[in-house]
């Protein structure tokens, strides 16, 4: 008689990732992550069997919500739904062969592991059991080149997994190993790729939005919120902070010339959203620019505006080209949120003429008649504040 299967989602992760003294602080973030990915779902207590996780699916959890959640989940290498059987032998063989039962393939590889030497036969003698009794009882031939079907077999001391299926993760550091970081959002293509990349490298990210309500409509705004909506799933918690620019755009525009209001606004949305970074705790700004994307983007003006900042800016995108980016956006599936027409904040108060190379000395005579903290201040006071969490 078989027993009933335990079946689960086995996981690795990126060995060479985890070196060092950090090792323990990433795995218990990667588990802490996991267990949120499938908080909603009927799963059994989350284990850490010899260098992976096994997570049990109970009552009628489907392999695809386990799936789905784990495709996004930073940290892990690959992942499988694994049937859970003790490490003997005849018993892997009857798993194994009431599974391959029921599918079709005219071609199969054995790929075993023995991750323990107190098993008695090595990795090749269970290739080798297991491959003649499967080729026997489905007439299937072996083929480890280009199989129709892998059996994929891990042997650890106090239990052995079986699957077929081997889905690559999204690799990356788990959410949350390497602090936090404030993201300005805008509503473009390039931005939330940034978001998603600072996340991939471990980062917890606050969102910041700014928006010109009321000289403009609420789509920019409701752009940015499904944007952290959809890059929640990739950390479970979002904050995203949506602040009123209008009235700070309007007051440039009465005080300032022309050619530098836009360096003079992204020093304002720096200013701001470093009072947001510090009130988070967050330890650096995250901007979607691209060197040499548009006018604002020149080597002098990255200069002339970073300028107004303390904590360090990180472009992950700045070598990469627009091509590069939307691809990513399209994978992200950002991509159709972010191309929704809307007015963006910056080029409704913009004029044509901006300029390519700002002096510090140009900037700060700029900037003179603006009482900067009290802008950044007002604009603040009257931010709204959006609380986005995943799975809901
Ligand atoms: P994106 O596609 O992200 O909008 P972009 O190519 O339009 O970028 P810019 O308009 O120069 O480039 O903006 C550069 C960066 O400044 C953006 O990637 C974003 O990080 C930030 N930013 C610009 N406008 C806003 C806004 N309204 N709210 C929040 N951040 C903004
Ligand atoms: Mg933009």
Same mark, same amino acid.
């Given at each position: 008689?078989?027993?009933?299967? $335990? ?24 588990? @802490? ?12 207590? !989350? ?18 919500? +386990? ?21 003997? +032998? ?24 023995? @991750? ?6 090595? =990795?090749? /003698? ?10 026997? @009882? ?7 080149? =280009?199989?129709? &079907? ?9 239990? #052995? ?11 990356? *550091? ?52 499904? &944007? @952290?909506?959809? *890059? ?21 525009? #009465? ?28 330890? #650096? !700004? ?24 303390? +904590? ?23 991509? /159709?949120?972010? $191309? ?26 700029? /900037? ?19 609380? +986005? =969490?995943?799975?809901?």
């Amino acid at each position: 008689m078989l027993h009933p299967p $335990t079946k689960g989602a086995l996981i690795h992760y990126h060995e060479i990732a985890l070196k060092g003294k950090n090792r323990g602080f990433f795995l218990k973030q990667l588990a @802490a992550n996991l267990r949120m990915a499938s908080r909603d779902l009927e799963v059994g207590p !989350l284990r850490r069997p010899a260098g992976r996780f096994y997570l049990e699916m109970r009552g009628g959890t489907p392999w695809e919500a +386990l799936r789905e959640r784990f495709s996004s989940v930073f940290g892990i290498a690959n992942f499988a739904a694994a049937f859970r059987v003790p490490p003997d +032998l005849e018993l892997m063989l009857k798993r194994i062969e009431s599974e391959v039962a029921g599918r079709s393939f005219a071609s199969f590889a054995v790929a075993a592991r023995r @991750a323990f030497k107190t098993f008695p036969q090595t =990795s090749q /003698e269970i290739n080798q059991v297991i491959g003649t009794r499967v080729r026997l @009882a489905s007439g299937a031939k072996v083929d480890l080149s =280009s199989p129709d &079907l892998t059996i994929y077999i891990e042997v650890l001391p106090d239990e #052995a997994f079986i699957y077929f299926e081997k889905i690559q993760g999204p690799g990356g *550091l788990p959410v949350g190993v390497s602090g936090t970081v404030v993201c300005l959002l805008s509503g473009g293509i390039d931005s939330p790729v940034a978001a998603y990349r600072m996340m991939k490298r471990g980062c917890r990210v606050v969102f910041v939005h700014f928006h010109s309500q009321p000289f403009a409509d609420r789509t920019s705004q409701e752009k940015a919120t499904e &944007l @952290a909506r959809l *890059l929640t799933r990739y950390q479970f918690a979002s904050r995203l902070y949506v602040v009123p620019f209008g009235e700070t755009q309007q007051e440039v525009v #009465a005080r300032t010339a022309g050619r530098f209001r836009v360096l003079v606004y992204r020093r304002l949305m720096l200013r701001m959203a470093e009072e947001i970074a510090r009130k988070e705790g967050a330890q #650096a !700004l995250v901007t979607g620019e691209s060197l040499g994307q548009v006018s604002s983007q020149t080597l002098e003006n990255i200069a002339a505006i970073e300028e107004a900042a303390t +904590l360090p800016i990180l472009r992950p995108l700045v070598g990469m080209d627009k091509e590069e980016i939307t691809h990513q956006a399209r994978q992200i599936g950002s991509y /159709e949120i972010s $191309t929704i027409p809307d007015q963006d904040c910056c080029s409704m108060f913009t004029p044509r003429q901006v300029v390519t190379r700002a002096t510090d000395d140009e900037i700060s005579l700029t /900037e003179r008649p603006l009482d900067l903290e009290l802008l950044v201040q007002q604009a603040l006071s009257t931010a709204r504040l959006v609380e +986005l =969490s995943f799975p809901a």
